[in-house]
């Protein structure tokens, strides 16, 4: 059974940063994709932003584009989400998701049903 545990959320002011890392425990995590999805509160869980594992190549929500990067610790099946100019509406709880199965794909999905492990998710608050 792998889990995804996400780490790093927090109570930020506005124009603040914050890291969010995630990482795979237990057996050996074969991910094609990772992506990261935020849910406020009343809204729908929404993509922010993935990597594709064999190329670093990433996308992003427009809402966070030139915000937001993402990285990938390839060794260890981690990916840190760096936030950057953060603004209240950023506030969700943050999940990260790993995709195993689009082995032949070449693009970072962006549809939540693309993705079969998730976290429990890591809250980030953004004070004005």
């Known amino acids: 059974q792998v889990q995804l545990v996400e780490s790093g959320g927090g109570l930020v002011q506005a124009g603040g940063s914050l890291r969010l890392s995630c990482a795979a425990l237990?057996?050996?995590?074969?991910?094609?994709?990772m992506g990261w999805f935020r849910q406020a509160p009343g809204l729908e869980r929404e993509f922010v932003g993935g990597i594709r594992w064999s190329n670093a190549y990433t996308k992003f929500a427009n809402s966070v584009k030139g915000r937001f990067t993402i990285s990938r610790d390839g060794a260890n099946y981690t990916v840190h989400l760096q936030m950057t100019n953060l603004k209240p509406e950023d506030t969700a709880v943050y999940y990260c998701?790993?995709?195993?199965?689009?082995?032949?794909?070449?693009?970072?999905?962006?549809?939540?049903?693309?993705?079969?492990?998730w976290g429990q998710g890591t809250q980030v608050t953004v004070s004005s």
């Open positions: 237990g057996r050996t995590l074969s991910a094609y994709a």
């Open positions: 998701a790993a995709d195993t199965r689009s082995r032949y794909s070449t693009y970072v999905p962006t549809m939540e049903a693309s993705y079969d492990y």
